[in-house]
């Protein structure tokens, strides 16, 4: 499949590439790896003018780790990277191992940060080629009134796939996002709209330039579940994240954040509130898989069954905490 037509600009700094983007005319979208994005032009679901490439942009390829500053990591370190990387396999192994569960090595290669975080929502009724798009009639994301997912619905109901961005917001993760008006530092978990057709709050000519994560939260405890077909390839059809917080064997706090299952990554409510103060026990796991089980409502928008996806949430959740409990035996 061929891309369409484009003009590629390769700005050598930041200020550059926002002036580019700025022009809200042009049609300007940012590449980084290109593996989502290039896939998507492909498959014509979107056909931007203008692609303005991050990779000559010195700096958004850094990690760094700052003792009462936490670990700061550029938009633009490849997922390999973050994989391998020494300082965040000590200080955050939960995110390596779930760089390390995106897609494929290739793959891994070239996707960044950035791109994964923001990659665009999807459906097995939208993820086709544009000759199959035109033999039915088109749905919300194709710009049309229907779902063909849920008839009667009144929204796209895509869903966000992302592996990292769960994790990111259980550990309270921070992005520095820059627009023409400068850099602001915002929560992870406010970039997404939770809208199927158009997944991201108000990001369009700006850049996302690092991700923040805080000396309290790398000092929690976490971790990261996949439910996948494919274990060499596929992208997540149920995942969890987990970070948690304990203090002289009691729970002080515990954040869950599931992706796969919505069209944006959903927060577990109350999990922190419902094992608060307790020991760290199978009940307490037992409880956790149970919210995080009501909190999820996979759709047929997805290959493999909802219903498995869902009970998948929960035996995960249920996993991770057990973990936590071997570990916390184990010192
Ligand atoms: C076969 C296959 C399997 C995959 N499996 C998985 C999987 O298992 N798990 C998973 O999480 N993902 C998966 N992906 C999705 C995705 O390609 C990667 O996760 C990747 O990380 C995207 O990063 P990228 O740098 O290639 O982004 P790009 O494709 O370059 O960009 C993606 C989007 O983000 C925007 N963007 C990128 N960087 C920035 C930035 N710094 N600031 C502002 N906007 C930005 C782009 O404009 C674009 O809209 C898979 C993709 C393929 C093709």
Known sequence: MNLPRFTYHGPASLKECIAILADEENGAQVLAGGSDLLVRMKLRLETPGRLVSLSNIPGLKDITYRSGKGLAIGAGVALSVLASD??????????????????????RTVATVGGNILQNTRCRYYNRSSVWGKAVAPCFKRNGALCHVVPRGKRCFAVYQGDLAPLLIALNATATILSKKGAEEVPVGSLYSGDGKAPFNKLAGKI???????????????????YRLRGGIDFPLAGVAAALKLRNGLVEDLRLCLTGIASCPVTVP???????????SRDAAREAGKLAYAAAHPLANLEGDPATRRSMIRIMTEDILTTFIQAANSK
């Open 86 to 107: 020494a300082v965040i396999r000590e200080k955050c192994p939960a995110l390596a191992d779930a760089a390390g569960l995106v897609a494929t090595n290739q793959i």
């Open 270 to 280: 109350g999990a922190g509130e419902k094992v608060k103060g307790r020991p760290l």
């Open 208 to 226: 996302a330039t690092k991700l923040t994560i805080s000396e309290d939260s790398l000092d929690m405890r976490s971790a990261y579940r996949k």
